[in-house]
């Protein structure tokens, strides 16, 4: 009953209510389970998210495209989380892999450890490509 246009928006609304509702049920019944599920529960949303692109590639090419647009995607999602991390792990600890990268007054940026770390080093990235983009651009 779903039009195709907001097929995918709906699939994520849809688990994203019914995960909450679970999220908040568990938090009601047990804030011990709560604490120890903690954010895998959310994970799921994301994970749905990933999996309803994809269907939606799938759906509409051959598994030969379908395959490779998985594997680009995978390669894609690992090197971005891959970039999130690494800098968030040399300003927060200071550290590559527990080596030390800076000297030994550097003071560890704590905020890079934190959720908002997170936001703050994609905020970064994005503005990074975008200037690298523009630049691309304007040469062309």
């Not at 994970?47 to 509409?60: Q, T, V």
């Not at 495209?65 to 300003?91: Q, Y």
Request: one cysteine or more; aromatic letters at 12%; a positive charge.
């Amino acid at each position: 009953f779903i039009p195709k246009q907001v097929r995918i928006a709906s699939y994520i609304l849809i688990i994203a209510t019914f995960v909450t509702i679970t999220d908040y049920a568990i938090q009601a019944i047990s804030v011990d389970l709560h604490k120890a599920l903690g954010a895998f529960i959310s994970l799921i949303v994301v994970n749905c998210l990933i999996l309803s692109r994809a269907e939606a590639f799938a759906s509409k090419n051959t598994i030969g495209k379908s395959i490779l647009d998985a594997l680009g995607m995978g390669v894609g999602f690992t090197f971005a989380l891959l970039c999130l991390g690494a800098v968030r792990e040399i300003f927060g600890n200071g550290t590559v892999f527990n080596f030390p990268v800076f000297p030994d007054g550097f003071q560890n940026w704590i905020v890079m450890i934190l959720p908002a770390g997170g936001f703050f080093t994609l905020a970064i990235w994005l503005l990074i490509f975008n200037i690298a983009k523009e630049r691309k651009e304007a040469s062309s």
